[in-house]
C-alpha cells in the first residue's frame, strides 16, 4: 500500500486508499435526498493523558484532553487565563468549540466553521505547539476587492494575494488582536446588539487556509490510450500542469519532459520528497525510459508543467494550492491542469472551489480533480472537486467495480451530479521520486489520484486532436463518451469509465449532463418542466440519433425526450428537451439516469446522465426568543431531528424569530443566551432555554420563553458564594447522542434553565449542573444592606481572620489625583473602573494611601474580575485585598457615600478558605421548576486535602467530574498553600479527577476515583515518596508495528497521583526501551514521551527505562530515580492495540509536612497491576534494600506482608538524613519492576 488516506476538512487528502480490494458491484439506486446528518458520538473517559492547546482566531485558549473514542474534552480560557463561557458540539466525530462572541459570526456565514474545529486543528498542526501563528485566507466584497492588496488588519500580514478569489492569504498570531480588528469589539456585542452583523474592511468571509495532503501499462490500455498512441497521438504541444508534492525531474521518465516548475511551498525546492506528484506526474506524461517504454504515461508528448503546493511532509496550505492554479493558467497557459488532492464535502463555494470556477472562464483551461477518498457514503464529494467547472473523477478497479474508497455524489447542498465520470484508480503503477522512501524506480498507488491523471492524460490527447476545443467542450467529449458501467449510478460514477480510444474516435458528444434540481416544497414546479440537452456533430455528415431514457426510480416515463429522434447537421449542433411532470416525480428521493443517443447502426454516439428530486411536504416551525423581559433576542440555537441530527440553523438573530421548514416528526431545540441577571440591569445572566420535544404535524410556533425560566441554585450545609458552574445538556434521538456544554463564567451572577412541559417521551433527556462553592472570602454590609456580588483577590497579607468595621472614602479612578482630597488611611476605599488607570494602579495607590480594602466598580456589563492573573501566570497577589462590584450595586455605594457623612462597612474576613463544595446533579427526563439543588450532608463525600510541598509555595488546585456523557470536564482553578490544610465536600459516588500545580515546578493527578459518603477520606499532595506513577495502563501500549511510552516522573505520596514537572527544565526526564540488551530508542534527557517501530512479531523480551533527576531547589528528596519494567511483546493484530502489565510500586511512610519522618518508623511498599493491565499474573515476589548514605551501602529489608503490602520497619543510624530505596516485583508471567529512588523521604 503506497499512499495512506487521511480525510478529514481541510487535510485535504491527497486522495489515495489506506486499502484496496476488488469491490463488488456497486448496486443501481437512487441517491439519498439528504446528506449524512451532524451526530454526537458518545463522549468517553481519557484513554490517556494526552492533552493539547489550540489557540483560536479570537484570542481563546482551548485546551483538549483527547478521550478513548477519539473526541476531544475541551476547557475554554480567555486571554488572561480565566475559564470563559462557549458551546462546544462534536459533529461527524471532530469537536468544535466556539467562544459566546464568535458562534453569531458563523452562523452569519461570515466565519468559516472550521477555524473552530478543534480536532482539524490538531491534524492540521495548528495547534499552540506547532505554530504561533493561524494561517487565513479572507475573501472581500465586491466594492472591497482592492482592499485586499493594502496593509492587513491588525495582529495579520499579508502572505500572499489571491486574485481570482478576490481574496488574500494571511497569518495572524493568537493574540486575539486580528479577531479585535475586523469585528471592531472583539465580538463581545455581537450576542447583544440588535445590529446586523459584519466583518471591518470589506471582508466578507475569513476562512482556515487548511493544510493539504496528497491523496500504468495495465490501467493505460484499460482506458484505450494504447489505440490512440497508434495513430501518433501522444499530446505533444499541449501543456498540462500538475499542481501536487512537486516531482523528482532527475527520473529518467520526465527526461526533456518538463517545461517549467515552481515552488509554492515557502523554504522547499521543487524536489518531491513524498513522491505523490511524481506518481501523478508519471501517469499523465511520462516516458517509461526506466521500463524499456512499458510503463509510460497516458500522453507522453505533452509540455508538464509542475507547481509544488504540498510539502514535502505531505501537507501544504489552500493558498498555496490557489497559488499554483492561478500560476499555471495565467503564467505557463496550461490548458489541462491535475489536481489530486481534496477535502471533506463542501457545497462548491469554499474558496477553492470558486477559484476552478472563476479561472476556468477567465482562461478556457480545464481542471481535473480527484473526486475523494471518502466513499462509499453519499455526499462525500469533496473540494475543490465540488467546483461547477471541475472535470471531477472517481475510482474503479481493472473490472470496472467501483472503487469502495471512491468519493459519490450527489454535491452537498443543491444535490447536484458528481462526480463527472470514472478512471482507473487501483492498483497504479507509476514512477516513484527517488527523493521519497521505497526502492526501484516505480511504485503501486491506489486512488481517485491515481484516476485523476488518466483523465488528465486523456484530456491532452483529445486537445492534441482538437486545439480549438475549450476546456468544457474537452469536458463534455470525455464524460458523453465515456463507457458506460451500468452497476454505478451517475451519482456514484458519472456518465460511466473513461475511454479515449472512444473519445478519439467519436465525432458526436452532448451535454455532460441534465439536472432537474431538488425544488422545495411547495414551490415544485406544476406540470411538464425542461431541460435542454446540445448534440454536437464535428463529422462532414448529419446523423440521426435514436434517444431514450431510463430512471432508477419513479413511473418508467419520468423523464422523457421532446421527440424519439433528432438529426445533428454536420459541422453543427441540435437540442432536444428532456421532460417531467413533477407532479409525478417522488417526493423526498433523488432519482437518477441516463440519456442514451443510438445511430441507425444500433451503437451508442452519447449518454448524458440525468437527475431529478422534488421536496415533500414541509411544515413552517416558527421559532421566538424572549429575554427575561418579553424582549425579543438573539441566541446560539441547536435543533434536532427524529434522528438525533443536527439541523444547519445554529442562530437566531436580533429580531428573536426564526422560521424553519421541516417534514413531520419529532424535534428537540434548546437556545443559549445571555440574559440580565439577579443585580440589576447592567448584570449579566447566562439563559439555558430548552425545548426538548417538539412534535411537529402542522405549522407550529414555539417560544424560548426567559420569563419563564427559573434560576439554577444550590445551597450547601455551610455558607459558600459560587466559584463557578458549568451546565451540561444531553439529548439522544434515533439512537444518537448530542452534547452541548456551556461554562458559566464568573462575569454571570445567574444561570437560569427553562422548566419542561413534560417528560420526554422519546429517546433520553438530561441536563447536568456543577458547581464549585468556596468559603467566603470577605462578606460586606453597611446599614443592614448586603453587598453580596462581590469577586475577591486576598492581599499578598491578606485581611485577618475577623469582624472588621472599616469606614469608607470614594477616590473616583483611583489614581493619585483620586487621593488628593480623602483621607483613605485604615479604611475601606471605592473607586471606579477606569480605561485610563489599571487595576494593578488602582491597587498600588490604595495600599500606598494606607487603605486596607479596595472596591472596584465596574463600569460595563456582568462581573469584574478583580486581579488580572492566569492559572498560568498566577502573578502576585495585589498589596491590598481588592474587590470588584457590579455597575448597579457600586453606583448605589457610589451615590452614598455621597450624601451621607459617614458609611461604614461591616466586614468579614476569611484569609484562606478552609472549605470547598464541588457538586453535581442531574435533572433526567424533564427540567423541574424548582432548581433549587439542596444538599443534605449526607450526600457528601468528605475528602481531607493536606498539601505538603517541601517549602511554602502558591499553588492552584481544580477537580474535574466524569459528566455523564462520558467526558472529563474541569470548573476554574483555585489558589490554595503549597503546605497547608483544607476540607473538600464532594457529592458522594461521582467520578472526580483532582489536579493540584506548583506553576513552574510540578503539577499532581489523581486517578478517578469515587468518594464515598461516610468517613473521611485523605489525599496528600507533594510529599515523598516522588516517582515515576502512571494511572492507568494506556500510558506504554503497542499498536501494530510500533510501541509508545508517556511516562512522567514524579508521582508523590497520594495513593494514586501522576506528577509531571511540564516543562520544567531543572528536572531531567528520559527514557530508553530496550529489547534484551539492545538499545532501540532513547529520548532526550527532557523527553517523557518515546515512540519506537518494532517490527519483530515474535514474542521478545523489552526493557522500558525512565530515569529522572532534578536540581536541589526542587527539593530535598527524590533527587533521582531510576525505574526498569521487564515484559514480553509480540505482534498485535492489525487496529489491535496491545498494553504491557506494568507493575507499579507505591510506597506508604508517616511523614511529616517537611517530609521527614521517624528513625524507627514503618515502610509498606505495594506492588500491583495498573488498571485493565493485559495478562496480568499474581506478584509473586517483593524485594526492598534500605539506604542511610545515599546508595554507598545497602541493608536488606525484612519485609511481611499487610494487607495488600510488604511491610518493613526502619532502623536508621542518628548519622543519617535521608533513605534511598531500593525494590524490585516480580509476577508469575515473568513481568518485572526494578526501581531505585535516591533520598526518597527524610529523617528526624
Do not use: C
Request: hydrophobic share 40%; proline share 6%; charged share 20%.
Amino acid at each position: 500500500m503506497l499512499f495512506t488516506h487521511l480525510s478529514g476538512r481541510r487535510l485535504l487528502a491527497l486522495l489515495t486508499a489506506s486499502v484496496v480490494l476488488a469491490s463488488s458491484p456497486a448496486p443501481v439506486s437512487a441517491a439519498p435526498t439528504d446528506p449524512p446528518h451532524s451526530s454526537v458520538a458518545s463522549i468517553v473517559p481519557p484513554a490517556s493523558e494526552s492533552t493539547f492547546t489550540v489557540t483560536l482566531i479570537t484570542g481563546e485558549k482551548v485546551t483538549a484532553v483527547r478521550t478513548a473514542d477519539g473526541g476531544l474534552s475541551p476547557e475554554v480560557r480567555d486571554a488572561a487565563g480565566r475559564l470563559t463561557g462557549y458551546t462546544s458540539h462534536r459533529k461527524e466525530g471532530d469537536t468544535y468549540v466556539y467562544p459566546h462572541g464568535a458562534l453569531p459570526y458563523v452562523s452569519a456565514g461570515l466565519l468559516d466553521e472550521q477555524l473552530f474545529n478543534i480536532t482539524e486543528l490538531l491534524a492540521d498542526g495548528y495547534d499552540d505547539a506547532h505554530r504561533d501563528r493561524i494561517p487565513l485566507i479572507v475573501t472581500y466584497a465586491d466594492g472591497a476587492a482592492a482592499s485586499r492588496r493594502t496593509a492587513a488588519p491588525e495582529g495579520a500580514r499579508t502572505v500572499r494575494a489571491l486574485d481570482s478569489i478576490q481574496g488574500a492569504a494571511l497569518d495572524a498570531d493568537r493574540s486575539g488582536a486580528f479577531w479585535s480588528s475586523i469585528t471592531a469589539d472583539g465580538g463581545a456585542a455581537a450576542r447583544s446588539t440588535g445590529e446586523r452583523l459584519a466583518l471591518t474592511g470589506g471582508i466578507a468571509k475569513v476562512w482556515l487556509d487548511g493544510r493539504v495532503e496528497a491523496t500504468l501499462a495495465d490501467s493505460t490500455a484499460q482506458i484505450g490510450a494504447p489505440e490512440v498512441w497508434e495513430s501518433g497521438n501522444t499530446g505533444e504541444g499541449v501543456d498540462v500542469a500538475v499542481l501536487d508534492t512537486g516531482i523528482d525531474a532527475d527520473h529518467p521518465d520526465f527526461a526533456g519532459q518538463l517545461a517549467a516548475a515552481e515552488s509554492f511551498v515557502p523554504g522547499e525546492t521543487v524536489n518531491d520528497g513524498y513522491g505523490h506528484g511524481t506518481h501523478v506526474a508519471s501517469t499523465i506524461a511520462g516516458t517509461g525510459a526506466a521500463s524499456e517504454g512499458r510503463e509510460k504515461g497516458v500522453a507522453p508528448g505533452v509540455r508538464l508543467h509542475v507547481g509544488k503546493v504540498l510539502a514535502d511532509d505531505n501537507f501544504g496550505q489552500e493558498s498555496w494550492i490557489i497559488s499554483g492554479m492561478e500560476w499555471a493558467v495565467r503564467d505557463r497557459q496550461a490548458k489541462i491542469v491535475n489536481m489530486s488532492l481534496g477535502g471533506d464535502p463542501t457545497d462548491g463555494t469554499d474558496p477553492m472551489s470558486v477559484a476552478v470556477n472563476e479561472l476556468s472562464e477567465e482562461t478556457g483551461a480545464l481542471f481535473v480533480i480527484a473526486a475523494g477518498n471518502s466513499g462509499p457514503g453519499s455526499y462525500t464529494v469533496g473540494s475543490p472537486g465540488a467546483a461547477d467547472a471541475a472535470l471531477t473523477v472517481g475510482a474503479v478497479d481493472g473490472d470496472d467495480h467501483l472503487a469502495y474508497f471512491s468519493s459519490q455524489g450527489p454535491r452537498l447542498g443543491d444535490r447536484a451530479i458528481k462526480p463527472d465520470l470514472t478512471a482507473p484508480g487501483v492498483g497504479i503503477l507509476a514512477a516513484r521520486s527517488q527523493y521519497s522512501q521505497g526502492e526501484g524506480w516505480y511504485r503501486l498507488g491506489d486512488g481517485t489520484s491515481m484516476a485523476a491523471p488518466h483523465v488528465a492524460g486523456a484530456a491532452a490527447l483529445l486537445a492534441a486532436q482538437h486545439p480549438d476545443f475549450t476546456g468544457q467542450q474537452l469536458k463534455e467529449a470525455l464524460v458523453s463518451t465515456a463507457k458506460s458501467t451500468p452497476e454505478i449510478s451517475p451519482f456514484q460514477g458519472g456518465n460511466g469509465r473513461l475511454d479515449i480510444a472512444a473519445t478519439t474516435a467519436a465525432t458526436l458528444f452532448a451535454t455532460v449532463n441534465a439536472d432537474f434540481g431538488y425544488p422545495q416544497w411547495p414551490t415544485a414546479p406544476e406540470g411538464t418542466v425542461g431541460r435542454e440537452v446540445r448534440f454536437t456533430n464535428i463529422a462532414d455528415s448529419a446523423v440521426t440519433l435514436d434517444l431514450a431514457t431510463a430512471m432508477d426510480g419513479g413511473p418508467a416515463d419520468l423523464v422523457v425526450p421532446s421527440a424519439p429522434q433528432v438529426t445533428v447537421p454536420a459541422h453543427g449542433s441540435a437540442t432536444v428537451t428532456l421532460t417531467t411532470n413533477f407532479d409525478r416525480v417522488p417526493a423526498d428521493r433523488l432519482n437518477s439516469g441516463f440519456l442514451t443517443a443510438t445511430d441507425a447502426a444500433g451503437k451508442v454516439r452519447a449518454r448524458t446522465s440525468i437527475a431529478v428530486g422534488k421536496e415533500g411536504v414541509r411544515h413552517k416551525l416558527t421559532l421566538k426568543a424572549r429575554d427575561r423581559s418579553g424582549r425579543p433576542i438573539r441566541g446560539d440555537l441547536v435543533v434536532l431531528d427524529k434522528d438525533g441530527a443536527a439541523l444547519p440553523a445554529s442562530q437566531i438573530d436580533e429580531t428573536g424569530t426564526l422560521d424553519l421548514r421541516l417534514p413531520s416528526g419529532t424535534y428537540s431545540a434548546w437556545l443559549s443566551t445571555d440574559v440580565e441577571g439577579v443585580n440589576g440591569p447592567h448584570s449579566r445572566g447566562f439563559a439555558l432555554l430548552p425545548i426538548p420535544e417538539i412534535t411537529l404535524d402542522q405549522d407550529r410556533t414555539v417560544v424560548f420563553d426567559a420569563t419563564r425560566a427559573r434560576r439554577a441554585t444550590v445551597t450547601t450545609p455551610q455558607p459558600s458564594t459560587p466559584d463557578g458552574s458549568r451546565f451540561e445538556l444531553f439529548r439522544e434521538l434515533g439512537g444518537n447522542p448530542w452534547v452541548s456544554a456551556w461554562y458559566a463564567g464568573a462575569e454571570y451572577d445567574s444561570v437560569w434553565i427553562l422548566p419542561s412541559d413534560r417528560k420526554v417521551t422519546t429517546g433520553a433527556f438530561s441536563v447536568g449542573a456543577r458547581w464549585r462553592t468556596t468559603q467566603p472570602a470577605l462578606t460586606v454590609s453597611a446599614g443592614g444592606r448586603a453587598y453580596d456580588d462581590l469577586r475577591v483577590q486576598r492581599a499578598k497579607t491578606p485581611l485577618p481572620r475577623d469582624k472588621l468595621h472599616l469606614d469608607t472614602v470614594f477616590a473616583n479612578a483611583g489614581d493619585s489625583a483620586g487621593y488628593a482630597s480623602v483621607n483613605a488611611r485604615g479604611k475601606a476605599v471605592v473607586v471606579r473602573r477606569s480605561d485610563t488607570v489599571s487595576l494593578e494602579e488602582q491597587a498600588a495607590a490604595a495600599a500606598s494611601a494606607g487603605a486596607r480594602l479596595l472596591l472596584v466598580v465596574n463600569d460595563g456589563i456582568g462581573r469584574l474580575s478583580p486581579w488580572p492573573a492566569s492559572w498560568w501566570d498566577p502573578r502576585d497577589p495585589p498589596p491590598v485585598t481588592v474587590a470588584t462590584l457590579t455597575r448597579d450595586e457600586g453606583e448605589r455605594l457610589i451615590a452614598r457615600l455621597g450624601h451621607e457623612r459617614r458609611v461604614r462597612l461591616d466586614i468579614t474576613s476569611q484569609p484562606e478558605t478552609e472549605y470547598i463544595y464541588d457538586l453535581v446533579h442531574d435533572y433526567v427526563g424533564a427540567v423541574p421548576t424548582d432548581l433549587t439543588h439542596r444538599i443534605a450532608q449526607r450526600d457528601l463525600a468528605r475528602v481531607d486535602m493536606s498539601f505538603r510541598n517541601w517549602r511554602p509555595a502558591r499553588a492552584l488546585e481544580t477537580r474535574a467530574d466524569l459528566t455523564p456523557s462520558g467526558a472529563s470536564s474541569t470548573l476554574d482553578f483555585v489558589a490554595v498553600p503549597a503546605r497547608g490544610e483544607r476540607t473538600d465536600w464532594v457529592t458522594a459516588g461521582e467520578q472526580w479527577t483532582t489536579e493540584v500545580t506548583i506553576p513552574g515546578e510540578q503539577g499532581q493527578r489523581t486517578a478517578p476515583t469515587a468518594y464515598r459518603a461516610g468517613p473521611a477520606h485523605e489525599e496528600r499532595w507533594f510529599g515523598p515518596v516522588q516517582r515515576p506513577r502512571l494511572l492507568d495502563n494506556h500510558s506504554v501500549f503497542r499498536e501494530d508495528g510500533g510501541l509508545s511510552a508517556f511516562i512522567p516522573g514524579w508521582g508523590d505520596s497520594g495513593t494514586a497521583h501522576r506528577g509531571d514537572t511540564y516543562d520544567n527544565y531543572a528536572a531531567e526526564n528520559t527514557l530508553r526501551l530496550y529489547q534484551g540488551d539492545t538499545l532501540l530508542r532513547e529520548t532526550d534527557r527532557y523527553q517523557r514521551m518515546l515512540s519506537v517501530g518494532l517490527v519483530n512479531p515474535q514474542p521478545l523480551p523489552y526493557r522500558l527505562v525512565s530515569e529522572n533527576k532534578r536540581d536541589t531547589w526542587a527539593g530535598p528528596y527524590s533527587t533521582a530515580t531510576l525505574t526498569e519494567w521487564g515484559f514480553t511483546s509480540g505482534a498485535v493484530s492489525p487496529g489491535g492495540v496491545w498494553n504491557p502489565s506494568l507493575i507499579q510500586l507505591d510506597y506508604a511512610v508517616d511523614t511529616d509536612i517537611d517530609g521527614k519522618t521517624r528513625r524507627n518508623a514503618h515502610l509498606t511498599v505495594t506492588a500491583l497491576h495498573l488498571p485493565m493491565a493485559a495478562e496480568a499474573a499474581p506478584i509473586r515476589t517483593v524485594t526492598l534494600d534500605l539506604s542511610y548514605d545515599d546508595g554507598v551501602t545497602w541493608h536488606d529489608a525484612k519485609l511481611r506482608r499487610s494487607g495488600d503490602g510488604w511491610r518493613t520497619r526502619l532502623d536508621a543510624p542518628r548519622s543519617a538524613g535521608f533513605v534511598t530505596l531500593r525494590a524490585t516485583a516480580r509476577d508469575a508471567r515473568g513481568n518485572s519492576v526494578d526501581q531505585r529512588i535516591t533520598r526518597a523521604f527524610g529523617l528526624r
